[in-house]
């Protein structure tokens, strides 16, 4: 089979292509404006400064935070290792569970050996799915409370949805604070009703903004004791002054802003607001279905491993006889491209079985039915 057009079944790893508006507002920025929005007062500064102060508005509405504790940062890792790195002291205790990413699960390991925590990894009931939190109910019963709980809000492997607000005040009545991983579900599913004190997250993927963008969404909990940058450096205010400022969010922004990327991530969220976010979570979900549909024989007969695409529209694959990155270089020729691999989660795979990696499938809100149906000729094929 040989294909001209490009399908991008990817989105978790980042969403391509991105919307027309996306590039638009990027485009103008190098074009027409070129400033950022702290280091002037001209015409072109005052236009960015609205722009910024749009965005961090927009996200203020998609997390339920005010819009001055939207911090910007270079990525969720950067946004995830900021928040744990100003919660966790020394001889703390961390509860974390095996579907993370890397990007909390290395930064925990090496805080552990700086900082000499206890970290506790909580497991799903059974492989695939996400923290039962009755589960967590019962561990706080018998075991000293957490300074931090930190989860993947959907796992990047299979899509499973943790959702710990029932016992959300539980956690905070024991003196613990709860930070979501919210890198696949921002964009997908609501954010504001999530029961958490801090969500960190990429501009890449559901909100179809550019890369080197991420968002750290802190509520009134996450403040309680003053937290530390990350990185120290200029503002763009309060010059005079060796010290960092206390306002936030200026006291977490060190550096020149990613200001073009900031005006694209506001064009992506006001692309997924109109779409609307419980559409796009139905209509890859929808895809994903479909794609499972037409496995269906080969799952029953056990050639291929189904793990996901039950909660959100991510599905990972593993196959009997398979590399898994035979199949997606299988894939590619064809113009469609997946992930093969661990997706920086090797862990979860140990505990799925799925000892050489899987195959991720993440259709986006642009996939059709028709991509669907040719990627899985195309995976057919390699059976």
């Known amino acids: 089979m040989s294909r001209t057009e490009t399908i991008w079944l990817d989105h978790a790893a980042t969403s391509w292509p991105k919307p027309p508006s996306v590039l638009t507002a990027v485009t103008r920025w190098f074009e027409e404006l070129g400033v950022d929005a702290s280091r002037g007062a001209t015409r072109r500064h005052q236009e960015v400064r609205r722009l910024v102060a749009t965005c ?28 744990l790195r100003s919660t966790l002291a020394a001889g ?35 492989a695939g799915a996400g923290i039962d939190p009755e589960g967590v109910r019962r561990r706080l019963e018998h075991e000293p409370p ?37 890198a696949q579900s921002a964009g997908r599913l609501p954010l504001a009703t999530l029961d958490v004190d801090a969500l960190a997250f990429p501009a890449h993927k559901g909100l179809q903004g550019p890369p080197g963008l991420g968002v750290l969404a802190l509520r009134a909990n996450a403040l309680r ?32 802003p990613n200001t073009p990327a900031i005006v694209g991530l506001l064009a992506g969220i006001e692309w997924v607001v109109e779409r609307g976010i419980d559409a796009i979570h139905r209509h890859e979900l929808a895809m994903t279905e479909r794609l499972t549909a037409g496995l269906a024989d080969a799952i029953a007969s056990g050639i291929v491993q189904q793990f ?71 995976l057919l094929g390699c059976l």
């Open 146 to 182: 957490p300074r931090l709980v930190v989860f993947n809000h959907v796992s990047n492997v299979t899509g499973a949805i943790t959702d710990l607000g029932p016992i959300a005040p539980t956690i905070r009545d024991a003196g613990g604070l709860i930070l979501a991983d919210c």
């Open 56 to 83: 961090r508005s927009k996200i203020s509405a998609l997390c339920g935070v005010a819009a001055e504790h939207v911090v910007f940062c270079s990525g969720a890792t950067d946004a995830i290792n900021l928040h």
């Open 225 to 256: 004791d003053p937290i530390e940058p990350l990185r120290y450096g200029g503002t763009g205010s309060s010059s005079p002054t060796l010290a960092m400022p206390d306002e936030l969010p200026l006291r977490l922004e060190a550096g020149t």
């Open 308 to 378: 996901g695409g039950e909660d959100t529209g991510l599905l990972a694959l593993a196959f009997r006889d398979l590399d898994p990155h035979e199949v997606a270089m299988a894939l590619a020729h064809d113009e469609i491209y997946v992930r093969a691999g661990f997706h920086c989660t090797t862990q979860l795979h140990e505990r799925l079985g799925a000892s050489s990696g899987t195959v991720r499938f993440s259709p986006g809100p642009t996939t059709t039915e028709s991509d669907i149906d040719t990627a899985l000729r195309s």
């Open 92 to 126: 703390d205790t961390v509860w974390t569970t095996s579907l993370e990413h890397n990007a909390v699960a290395r930064p925990l390991e090496a805080l552990r050996r700086e900082r000499d925590l206890r970290i506790v990894v909580l497991e799903p009931e059974r």
